[in-house]
């Protein structure tokens, strides 16, 4: 379904890792759409070689980079501007990993070196990004910057763990930062609150199956899937949302506004 609304349009792709990251559906839905694309990704994802396959697909070059050094980030910026001969007008943050969870930590029992990891990958991640474009003058007027997130920023799921902090700090720096890059450039910044997906990052999750049958039962609509969160992602890269900023927009089947569903209720009766 191309409707071109990225014609014209230069992003980056942060994220994509193999064909079931959000990101992978998103950099192909915006190539759809007309979107010329960088990809990248941690210099460590590069060894897995399933972006590759990708960015042939896309005609995309990959620069990696890892989202916790300001070296990597300047060099990503200032490459990309370079590939597209001007600045860009969007970027997707698709980049989350929690160093307590991966080692089997609760959130009653973490390791603070973890955590700063964590919440550097996870959320400061995207300060830095948005603080490096912004003093490279590297993003167009109008442009659009959205990073996902997941709803245990405002409600507790026990298992998720550290990630509902930095997933917090996350929103809260879409929100700031895009004030000041509002006021500047009218560049808006914000969030994508997703459904639970059956992805790497996602399958970390402790009793993830239950999980994710339990939200598909709670929304109305049940879950919305990673390429749903595509066509989504496109509407906020496009001219079509101009006035939407500093927003944490949920993604969800309604998911965040259902108390309890007539399944749930039966499934309790039984
Ligand atoms: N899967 C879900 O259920 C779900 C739900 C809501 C939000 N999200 C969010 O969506 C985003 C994408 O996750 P996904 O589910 O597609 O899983 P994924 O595992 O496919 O993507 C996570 C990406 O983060 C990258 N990454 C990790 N450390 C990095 C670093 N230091 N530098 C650069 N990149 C790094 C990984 O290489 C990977 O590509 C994450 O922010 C995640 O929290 C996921």
Redesign the pocket.
């Known amino acids: 379904m191309a409707h071109n609304l990225l014609q014209g349009k230069k992003g980056i792709i ?5 064909a ?5 559906k998103i950099a192909e839905r915006c190539v759809e759409q007309g979107a010329q694309i960088v990809l ?3 210099p ?2 590069m060894r897995m070689g399933e972006i590759k396959k990708l960015a042939e697909a896309c005609n995309a070059p990959i620069i990696p ?4 050094s300001n070296d ?1 980030i300047n060099n990503l910026i200032t490459k990309s501007m370079e590939h597209f001969g001007g600045k860009i007008d969007f970027i997707l ?5 929690s160093m307590n969870i991966r080692k089997g930590r609760n959130y009653m029992d973490l390791d603070y070196d973890f955590n700063h990891k964590t919440n ?3 959320a400061t ?1 995207l300060h830095r990004l948005l603080q490096t474009c912004y003093k490279l003058d590297a993003l167009n007027e109008w442009g659009s910057v959205v ?5 245990a920023a405002q409600r507790v799921f026990p298992d998720y763990g550290e ?1 509902a902090d930095a ?1 917090s700090l ?1 929103e809260s720096i879409a929100r700031s930062f895009g004030y000041h890059y509002g006021k500047k450039n009218k560049v808006r910044v914000n969030t ?14 402790k009793g ?1 199956d239950g999980f ?1 049958s339990y939200a598909e039962k709670m929304s109305p609509l049940g879950n919305a899937t ?1 390429d749903q969160c595509a066509d989504y992602a496109v509407t906020l890269f496009s001219d079509l949302t101009k006035m939407v900023t500093m927003q944490n927009l949920f993604h969800d089947g309604g998911f965040s506004f259902t108390g309890v569903s007539a399944e749930v209720i039966e499934q309790m009766e039984k």
């Open positions: 942060f994220g994509a890792l193999d079931n990251s959000i990101a992978w990248t990704n941690a460590i994802a980079a890892d989202v916790t990597d943050h698709s980049v989350g990993m550097d990958i996870s991640s990073a996902l997130t997941y709803i990630m997933k996350l994508i609150s997703q459904s639970p997906t059956r992805t790497t990052a996602g399958s970390g999750v993830f994710i990673a």
